[in-house]
């Protein structure tokens, strides 16, 4: 019997005997973890790779992108032997402190089988990590099955389906500051009045709800410490999403708060129009998302976790390799992921995308890995089984 | 009638044309087919009970047991908030007056329709759906049937992030209207509607990719259960049974559409029935609803979870095969009078065994606040989905949502139903309550709004 059927069958065994179910019990189901921490930024929308990661060697890049291609001269090339390959210029700060450092892992061409070009659709099947069926459960969700809700941590107003669990999902704070039950005066009545009332047990239902109030009120207590704390980062975090969200996160990573996932979503990479060039949509969100990134790896190495820490960083999906007549381009197939942290073997992984016409599918990046394969070495990082998160016969790359 | 003969009737258009009926928004919820096949079943089935048990009795069980106990205000309370989710000592007043069966009567009632609107009235007002539906639950007269279609709609679920908000607002709307009848109209219903059609990638199941989704999920999870059939009851059986069964698109809207050159001929084995309708493929669909509604197993499976919903979290087998048995002959009506009116509904064992689900905490937190309607002022829904957890339209998965149970609580979902308490309890500016601020019904043992914290205020 493995680890997760015997927990769920303690769980049945004790809600058979009529005992209160252990689910929010930390000592049931608190495995030790390895220290390690994943942290997933989503970039909704679909981010256009091509424009990210550019072949800018290729005579197809230029005539096919008129007015947003990236001169030769902004490009920040990569540098590796056989390709003409570079950052988009507004990734500076990715270049100088993580590519340059060998701690950046640049996967192209990325994606899934029999590729679906709706934001959804796409979403769920990253989520889920399974093309096949993707009205389930999150991909991290058998590892929080497996911990407690507060093994994974999502920044953000919507728990993302990777999070969710058969039996729990993890935690979802919108900002550090509003998980308290101490905010004003209403708040320290009702919080005296609950400690009031879970006092006294119950029996049945009731005395599961009043054991779930007890154990919320422990873990808003336990969260009290990151959030009362002044917190002072070695270097101060851009205030834009990122900013905002990667403080909360290294914030929590310095108070112990024993998540071993965090997950952000952050929009605006759906640019059907507008998308820009060397500046504009795409440039802005490109500068916001590697500042703060590197804001994050600063305090991180200052916290001495640098080494401990990967982030993944996804779209649901790319591009079309062609612009489109409003300045923009569509939705596409073939992405590109970064992998970035003081653990990671930097590099290329998947060589350069190929924009000839026979080498695109339908117009767009053919999906050349498949991102199942990035997720194994993030499972794998941080102690879980990468067969049991994303399915057998997906090799890691070998990233960490 | 010969279920054969309607077939061969109703089948002879059905193969030389694809079957198109465009769904215009003043034709009425339903994107339905001429192609009905009579279901002879269940008359037969109503049939063997007329014979042998003499009348059925109003709420279909024979020999049902019926609550004799007192029926006052506090039975009225427990009564109301698990049919409705809402509700206040006047309202309960008012119920224990008409008497046990009057009572349940009145709350089973044909559902209040709302008005109907097409996708341009969200879109050019800015209403929000999730708003629009907690208005109609807060101020319609029979909002049993709200918490009965909330049911339906996480069984028979949709996820508006892949079918759309309009599409989904149409199923529920659907669903309501069917709510209370029986449980082979809401079947058949759902199997066409575009929504599910959608959801469960039917529209591209073609006789050379069959797709499993619907067909899966159809024995899985709407109406057997698992275990109760057999892989290649899906892949051999149901999948090529529905392959055709896909939608058309016309002016915004999805409707039904059926593809006969899609659709895959040939014999077919569902739970050991045969299936092969050269003459009406698209009546095999149907067919394979038919065998599946002719099961005892279905309305076992269907019985089981409306009691985990209404009655208690872990029913009673002699409980579910009873409910199973009036669910089977007659109606879901049928169904929630005989449970409204069993003396077990009234133990103290039940009373409080069941847990809200954010959208009826809110709910009734608002009704007994004393709200009638969401104002535009105070979004109900980025409440519901950005910290009570549960987006009315967007169900987590295809299993639908946590029955009732504890299962719905995070840590941080349990606290933001504490913080909502501010937010329900205050009236936007220039508003206040409107009915009477009272949280009798709401909760068991309320004093005060700081009573609102609880374990009891999250119980039905």
């Not at chain 1, 919320?216 to 009362?228: H, I, P």
């Not at chain 2, 009965?148 to 199923?171: D, I, P, Q």
């Not at chain 2, 009078?337 to 009373?351: E, Q």
Request: net charge negative; proline share 5%.
């Amino acid at each position: 019997m493995n680890r997760r059927s015997f927990i769920k069958r303690s769980l049945a065994t004790a809600a058979g005997m009529g005992l209160v179910p252990s689910l929010f019990s930390r000592t049931a189901l608190a495995a030790g973890g390895n220290e390690k921490i994943l942290v997933v930024i989503h970039l909704f929308g679909g981010n256009d790779a091509i424009n990210t990661v550019i072949p800018y060697g290729q005579a197809e890049y230029a005539a096919y992108r008129p007015d947003i291609g990236i001169p030769t001269a902004n490009v920040l090339p990569l540098e590796v032997s056989g390709m003409k390959l570079g950052l988009h210029p507004a990734l500076q700060p990715l270049m100088d402190d993580f590519w340059h450092n060998n701690e950046l892992a640049i996967v192209t061409s990325v994606g899934y089988p029999h590729h679906n070009r709706s934001h959804f659709y796409s979403t769920a099947v990253w989520n889920t990590a399974d093309p096949n069926n993707t009205n389930k459960e999150g991909w991290l969700g058998p590892f929080i099955d497996d911990h407690d809700p507060f093994c994974a941590t999502n920044l953000g107003s919507e728990l993302p389906r990777a999070l969710r669990g058969l039996h729990v999902s993890g935690l979802s704070l919108d900002s550090i500051r509003e998980f308290d039950l101490r905010s004003s005066d209403w708040e320290e009545q009702l919080r005296s009045e609950l400690l009031r009332q879970i006092r006294n047990t119950r029996s049945g239902t009731a005395e599961e709800v009043r054991r779930a109030m007890d154990h919320m009120l422990r873990s808003v207590d336990k969260a009290q410490g990151a959030r009362d704390t002044a917190y002072d980062p070695a270097t101060e975090f851009p205030n834009t999403s990122y900013g905002r969200r990667l403080r909360d996160v290294a914030r929590l990573i310095k108070y112990n708060f024993e998540s071993q996932v965090y997950y952000a979503v952050v929009g605006g990479y759906d640019t059907h129009s507008d998308q820009g060039g060397v500046t504009g949509t795409q440039a802005t969100n490109f500068t916001n998302f590697s500042e703060a990134l590197s804001a994050f790896r600063t305090e991180m190495t200052a916290q001495g976790r640098w080494n401990d820490v990967v982030v993944l960083v996804f779209s649901e999906f790319g591009r079309r390799a062609k612009q489109n007549a409003s300045g923009g381009t569509d939705h596409g197939r073939g992405g590109v992921t970064f992998v970035a942290g003081g653990a990671v073997n930097g590099g290329l992984y998947g060589g350069e995308p190929q924009l000839a016409a026979e080498a695109l599918d339908g117009g767009d990046l053919a999906v050349k890995t498949d991102f199942r394969r990035v997720y194994a070495d993030a499972a794998g990082f941080i102690g879980a089984n990468p067969a049991e998160l994303v399915g057998p016969g997906f090799d890691p790359l070998g990233i960490v | 009638m010969a279920k054969n003969e309607a077939v061969i009737q109703t089948g002879s258009d059905a193969i030389t044309t694809v079957v198109e009926e465009p769904t215009t928004l003043s034709a009425g919820p339903f994107p339905t087919l001429k192609a009905h096949p009579p279901n002879a079943q269940r008359w037969k089935t109503a049939a063997a009970l007329l014979a042998a048990g003499g009348l059925l009795t109003a709420c279909g069980g024979l020999g049902a047991p019926t609550y004799r106990g007192p029926f006052g205000e506090r039975e009225a309370a427990h009564l109301l908030r698990r049919a409705a989710a809402l509700g206040n000592s006047a309202d309960a007043r008012e119920l224990a007056a008409l008497g046990l069966e009057r009572a349940v009567d009145k709350l089973l009632d044909e559902p209040n329709l709302p008005e109907e609107h097409d996708h341009h009235y969200f879109e050019d007002n800015d209403v929000d759906y999730v708003d629009d539906w907690a208005s109609h639950w807060l101020s319609t007269p029979t909002p049993a049937a709200e918490r009965l279609t909330l049911f339906w709609h996480g069984h028979f679920t949709t996820e508006a992030r892949k079918v759309g908000n309009w599409m989904s607002y149409a199923k529920v709307n659907k669903l309501r209207e069917l709510s209370l009848g029986t449980f082979h109209d809401l079947l058949y219903m759902i199997a066409e509607d575009p929504a599910m059609l959608i959801y469960l990638d039917n529209r591209y199941s073609t006789k050379e990719h069959p797709n499993e989704n619907w067909a899966r999920e159809l024995m899985e999870l709407y109406t057997l259960g698992v275990g109760n059939y057999t892989e290649d009851d899906i892949v051999k059986g149901v999948a090529p049974a529905f392959t055709g069964w896909s939608v058309g698109w016309d002016d915004g809207v999805y409707y039904f559409r059926f593809s006969a050159e899609d659709h895959a001929f040939g014999e077919k084995k569902v739970l050991g029935q045969t299936i092969n309708n050269h003459f009406s493929p698209i009546s095999e669909g149907y067919e394979v609803l038919d065998i599946i509604l002719s099961k005892k197993q279905t309305y076992i499976f269907i019985a089981t979870k409306l009691l985990r919903y209404y009655f208690h979290p872990q029913p009673s087998q002699q409980m579910i095969n009873a409910g199973a048995d009036v669910l089977q002959g007659g109606t879901v009506r049928d169904f929630l009078k005989w449970l409204f009116t069993h003396p077990d509904f009234y133990s103290d064992r039940v009373r409080n065994s069941l847990v809200k689900s954010p959208f009826e905490y809110a709910v009734g937190l608002f009704y007994a606040a004393g709200k009638r309607a969401v104002h535009e002022s105070e979004p109900l829904h980025s409440w519901l989905r950005g910290r009570l957890d549960q987006d009315p339209y967007n169900p987590p998965n295809v299993a639908g949502w946590p029955i009732a149970t504890a299962d719905w609580f995070t840590d941080s979902s349990l606290l933001q139903r504490l913080k909502f308490i501010d937010f329900a309890t205050r009236y936007p500016d220039g508003t206040g309550p409107t009915g009477p601020v009272d949280y009798s019904v709401f909760m068991d043992g309320a004093v005060n709004t700081l009573s609102l914290v609880a374990p009891e205020a999250q119980l039905l």
